[in-house]
Structure formats: structure tokens, C-alpha cells
């Protein structure tokens, strides 16, 4: 936290380029379907118009591939945005053009300018020089406020802080001392949840957090590679092969270090991956060959529940099971339960398991909801993510 803030400067009449993270899920009519992420941009463009800044938003949306997308424009974002800010939004059909530059010329204190999708341009992801100078050319000071993208080396990101004062928006700081609390200052018991499919994701976090960390509790298709490299048979469930050694290590070192890993002692298994398959509860020693678990079991989640209700710091990334589906959402539905009704400070990321916390409607009763998947992830892991250590220091 030794980087400038926009707290930190004077942004009066300046132009300020607002690195936004506005990647929002669209549905096939190219409607806005979740605005948390709109939304949590909000508090330093209302900051930015109450001290008189002259704005440049600018984002990625969705996976366009250094192309041209329709539906992947920013016009709905442009929208959004405008009726939360009950403010025109003048959104440009460029990133970089002579239409913008002369747009951003006439920008006067308090006005908002969107630019078009940035990764519609390849030099985005490449962190081409010459683009980030672009970039760099249409303001006074660089605000990167998109945590969730700050793991990425992109123009947007790192390459236009070599050209212009470049400083956090109040989102990435409040990110950052969220996070930041969990490494270093938790109230213990302090239990981490796991889930999701891939334990190649989270491995680094699992490694990083062991020394800090009291539980870990796993759920989700990454448990049974953790299974299956202490000898049980998992049937077709998920496994990834090429971490059975590396799981087992981490299971050792939790053991050594006096640590809880705790995995399922039952699950629900289906013949086929299919919302409506057959399906039946069975202890982890007894999986069927040619089944797959989908979720945890009864035993499972109250073995869990009771370590939770313990926790005085709870750390959730990642579902129990394929809650989309009714017949296998009933451990991540828990699990979800048990982290509101205990009085443990709870800090809840990653895209499912955001959506998991609002389907069950307890978003509004957990202390702290990250905007950044990957990025948390990678912060947890202890990894320098490049777009903060570009900024400026005190």
C-alpha cells in the first residue's frame, strides 16, 4: 500500500484516464444480466465529478480477440452507467481516433467520456509501446480502479503508466486492503473454503496461505485429485493427473505444521454429468467406477458447518458443487448458510461463488465481496500483480 491514491494528487480541471473494470456478463440479446461490477466502479467516478475531474472511462468487455465485435460494444454499459450517475455518458465508437482526441479536448470539468471496448484492439493484450503512448496522449493523470484486471500486463494496465502520473482509484485501494488484512492481520480461527473445478488455480493460495491459515476446507471437483493422491478411487469424477504429487505434498505440509485440510468424507455422485442423471450419497471409499461426484454429502457438510460456526476470519472462493443444478446445489446452498451465521469476518471471491452468494441472497451479510477472480487469486498466492506495481509510490 506504499502507491498513490487519487486521494493523493489534484485532479481539479486535469483529464483522467479511469482504467474501469466493466467486463459485466451480457446475455444472448446483449442485455446487462449482473451490474456489481458497474456499480463498484461508481465511488470514484462520483469522487472524480465532485472534484471537478475531466473523465476518460475506458474497459475491456468479454473476449472480442483484437477484433471488432458487435455485441460486444460498450453501448449498453454506456446506459448502465449513465442511470447510475444520473449523467450523460458520451460513449465514442473508437479507443483512439481524431473524433476522440477532439472529444477529449472538449471535455469540461465533470464530463464522462466511455471509449470503446479496448481489447478490440490486439495492441491491448500485447501491451504495445505505441498504443499505451496513445493512451497516455488523451490525459493529464492514469487511475487504474480495475482490480480485476490488475494481474494482466496489458497497455491499458502497465504500459501507459511509463508516460503519465499514474495512481489507484478508491476500488483497487479498497481491494487491496481487504486482501491485504487476510495475509496479514486475520482473527483466528481462520478458515479458507475451496472449491470450483481446477486445484491448478488455487494451489499457489493453498501454498501461500498455509502459514497464516488455521483450515482449509475443500469442496467442488478440485477435491478429488486431492483424494485420489491419498489412495481413494474417484470413479469419472474431475482429476488432474499432473498435480497428485504436488496435492499430496500440500496435504503433508498441513499435517506437519499442525494445520486442518479438510476434505469430504461423503459426496453426491451422478451416472452422467447431466442436471436430471441418476444419482445417489455415497462415502468417498465407495464412488461407482463410471460415476462422478457432484457435489458434497450430508455428513460432509455438517462436519464443515461446525468448523465454520469456529472461524473468526472465513475466506470462500469457489462452489461445493454444480449449484447450478438444483440436484447438486445443496452443499454449496450450506455452505453459503453457515458462512452468514457465523461471526467471523467473511470475505467472499471469484465469479461462481459471487453468483452462488446472490442466488441464496446473502450478498448483502458477507463482509466483503472482491471484484477480482484471477487477481485475487494471484494476490493471495503472494504474486506481485504487474498493473499495481506499475503505479506511482508515495
Not at 375 to 391: D, H, N, Q, R
Request: charged share 30%; hydrophobic share 40%.
Amino acid at each position: 500500500m506504499n502507491k498513490k491514491s487519487i486521494k493523493d494528487i489534484d485532479v481539479k480541471n486535469k483529464k483522467i484516464f479511469v482504467r474501469v473494470d466493466l467486463n459485466v456478463p451480457l446475455d444472448d440479446e446483449g442485455n446487462i444480466t449482473d451490474e456489481t461490477r458497474i456499480i463498484a466502479s461508481l465511488p470514484t467516478i462520483d469522487y472524480l465529478i465532485k472534484n471537478n475531474a475531466k473523465i476518460i472511462l475506458a474497459s475491456h468487455l468479454g473476449r472480442p480477440k483484437g477484433k471488432f465485435v458487435e455485441k460486444l460494444k460498450m453501448d449498453p454499459v454506456a446506459i448502465a452507467l449513465g442511470k447510475h450517475l444520473d449523467k450523460e455518458i458520451k460513449k465514442m465508437d473508437y479507443v483512439i481516433s481524431d473524433k476522440v482526441k477532439n472529444e477529449v479536448k472538449d471535455l469540461r470539468s465533470g464530463d464522462i467520456l466511455l471509449l470503446e471496448n479496448l481489447r478490440f484492439d490486439p495492441r491491448e493484450k500485447s501491451n504495445d509501446d505505441n498504443f499505451s503512448r496513445e493512451l497516455a496522449k488523451l490525459a493529464d493523470i492514469y487511475v487504474n480502479d480495475a482490480f480485476g484486471t490488475s494481474h494482466r500486463k496489458h497497455a491499458s494496465m502497465v504500459g501507459i503508466c511509463k508516460y503519465i502520473p499514474s495512481v489507484m482509484g478508491l476500488l483497487l485501494e479498497k481491494e487491496l486492503r481487504s486482501l491485504s488484512s487476510l495475509l496479514k492481520k486475520p482473527k483466528h480461527p481462520f478458515v479458507t473454503i475451496l472449491g470450483g473445478s481446477k486445484i491448478s488455480d488455487k494451489i499457489g493460495v493453498v501454498r501461500n496461505l498455509l502459514n497464516v491459515v488455521d483450515t482449509v476446507i475443500a469442496g467442488g471437483g478440485m477435491c478429488y485429485t486431492f483424494l485420489k493422491s491419498i489412495g481413494f478411487e474417484i470413479g469419472n469424477s474431475l482429476l488432474e493427473e499432473d498435480m497428485l504429487e504436488y496435492c499430496k505434498q500440500v496435504l503433508d505440509e498441513f499435517k506437519d505444521k499442525g494445520k486442518k485440510f479438510m476434505l469430504p468424507e461423503d459426496v453426491v455422485v451422478a451416472k452422467e454429468f447431466k442436471h436430471d442423471s441418476i444419482l445417489k450419497t455415497v462415502n468417498i471409499e465407495e464412488i461407482p467406477e463410471d460415476w462422478l461426484g457432484l457435489d458434497i454429502g450430508p455428513r460432509t457438510i455438517d462436519k464443515y458447518k461446525e468448523e465454520i460456526m469456529r472461524a473468526k476470519t472465513i475466506l470462500w472462493n469457489g462452489p461445493m458443487g454444480v449449484f447450478e443444478w438444483e440436484s447438486f446445489e445443496k452443499g454449496t446452498k450450506e455452505i453459503a448458510y453457515a458462512i452468514i451465521e457465523s461471526k467471523a469476518k467473511t470475505v467472499v471471491g471469484g465469479g461462481d461463488t459471487i453468483a452462488a452468494v446472490k442466488k441464496y441472497s446473502v450478498a448483502d451479510k458477507i463482509s466483503y465481496i472482491t471484484t477480482g477472480g484471477g487477481a485475487s487469486l494471484k494476490f493471495l498466492e503472494g504474486v506481485k500483480l504487474p498493473a499495481v506495481e506499475a503505479l506511482n509510490n508515495k
